[in-house]
């Protein structure tokens, strides 16, 4: 197939054109052929709780979820999203008219913006930017508008005054993530303040996806923006089980938002999946309702990759900059004598085994992202210590 018809017309549609495979393909590939240690794609490799896995199996067995769950998910999911919410953030959704579950986070992020924009209407973005945003966008017909994230002492910084210039007019939405997956940043209480005062000041709805809202470190604290002033009837607020439970492959994920919106966002997802993951539904309202001592032992294991994994990246000879929350360390590579993290990521297999993900893939302004390069550290322990292992070849 050469992508064109005898027309001459290309098989796939202006809106996807410029979005080719995703580099994670190429990447995961490359892993494989050269039997490298992959750091690129970010998931875990152990399986969530033992007693999740199980609640899993008793749903299947009991015929719980093995036909459509309702359109809305399963009524034990939504009441656990809600308490959740409730006991960690003291927000109050109810489980009938505010919690809707999606098909992961990726379905929540598309339904949104299926249901929210309008074509023509603009998106303010964070850039780098998670992958599907900027095709989901383009799906919606609407037109993004990224505010890049710039490295400032040691973490990557949200420039108010960038984000206030951004909007215009035709902005319908702001699209926020937080904790932030490339850079690994969580946005402080003032960011988030100015950026609740300006969705209100414009009247912008807001969609912020918070799927590593667990995943928090050190003294960084994890604020939901719908927490703030004048947010909670203006925010689509995205949370997933695939991050907090290690159980990528489930795909459960939800929104919590005010009817209206949910009924929105409600009408896309209706279209797009349906239902999905019926019996692992009932299983993640056990998996929400797991004592704080799962919570915190996950974010202290996490916690500790992260700084095995920093320590050999900063030993290899990368600028290593702070991951306060998420899966993610961004380094910066021009402490190395390299420039283009592109050229860098494709020969790094080759020169040290191990697989990387250039930052400037999550980038409208490529040559902002050009030195950043993104490994993941939800891997094993022996896995993260034979990466470092092999990264100080490049100190030489
Ligand atoms: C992994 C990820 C998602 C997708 O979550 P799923 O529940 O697996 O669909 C969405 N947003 C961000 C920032 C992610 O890292």
Redesign the pocket.
């Known amino acids: 197939m050469t992508g064109m018809t005898s027309s001459a017309r290309p098989l796939l549609n202006r809106r996807l054109a410029e979005f080719g495979t995703t580099i994670f393909a190429e990447m995961s590939a490359l892993a494989l052929s050269t039997g490298s240690i992959n750091l690129g794609q970010?998931f875990p490799d152990t399986d969530g709780p033992e007693e999740v896995r199980e609640a899993a199996v008793r749903a299947l067995r009991d015929g719980r979820g093995n036909q459509y769950p309702p359109g809305p998910g399963v009524p034990e999911l939504r009441t656990a999203i809600a308490a959740h919410q409730e006991h960690h953030y003291g927000l109050s959704w109810d489980p009938d008219t505010e919690v809707l579950v999606t098909a992961?986070?990726?379905?929540a992020?598309a339904a949104a913006l299926l249901a929210l924009v309008e074509p023509g209407d603009e998106v303010v973005a964070l850039e780098p930017y998670?992958d599907?945003y900027a095709a989901c966008i383009a799906m919606a017909g609407g037109t993004r508008v990224p505010v890049t994230l710039r490295p400032d002492d040691g973490r990557f910084r949200l420039d108010l005054d960038e984000l206030r210039a951004a909007v215009t007019d035709r902005t319908r939405l702001l699209l926020i993530?937080t904790p932030h997956?490339p850079t690994g940043t969580v946005l402080t209480r003032e960011e988030l303040t100015a950026v609740a005062e300006l969705a209100v000041e414009r009247d912008l709805l807001v969609v912020t996806?918070e799927?590593?809202e667990h995943l928090v470190f050190d003294e960084a604290e994890h604020l939901p923006l719908a927490t703030f002033p004048g947010m909670r009837e203006r925010t689509v607020t995205i949370g997933?089980a695939?991050?907090t439970f290690s159980f990528?492959g489930w795909?459960v994920?939800w929104i919590t938002a005010a009817p209206g919106l949910v009924s929105a966002v409600r009408s896309a997802k209706q279209f797009l999946t349906y239902v999905s993951s019926g019996p692992f539904q009932y299983a993640v309202a056990e998996a929400l309702a797991l004592p704080e001592s799962y919570f915190t032992a996950f974010r202290e294991d996490m916690r500790a990759k992260r700084d095995l994994l920093a320590t050999g990246l900063k030993d290899a000879g990368f600028e290593v900059f702070r991951t306060a929350g998420t899966y993610f360390i961004t380094t910066d590579i021009r402490p190395l004598g390299e420039t283009d993290g592109f050229a860098f990521c494709r020969a790094l297999p080759e020169r040290a085994g191990v697989v990387a993900i250039p930052n400037a893939v999550f980038y409208d302004h490529r040559e902002a992202g050009a030195p950043f390069v993104r490994f993941a550290f939800c891997k094993r322990t022996e896995v993260l210590e034979e990466a470092a292992q092999r990264l100080k070849t490049l100190a030489g």
């Open positions: 970010g992961g986070a990726t379905e992020i998670y599907s993530n997956n996806d799927v590593y997933s695939g991050k990528t795909k994920g």
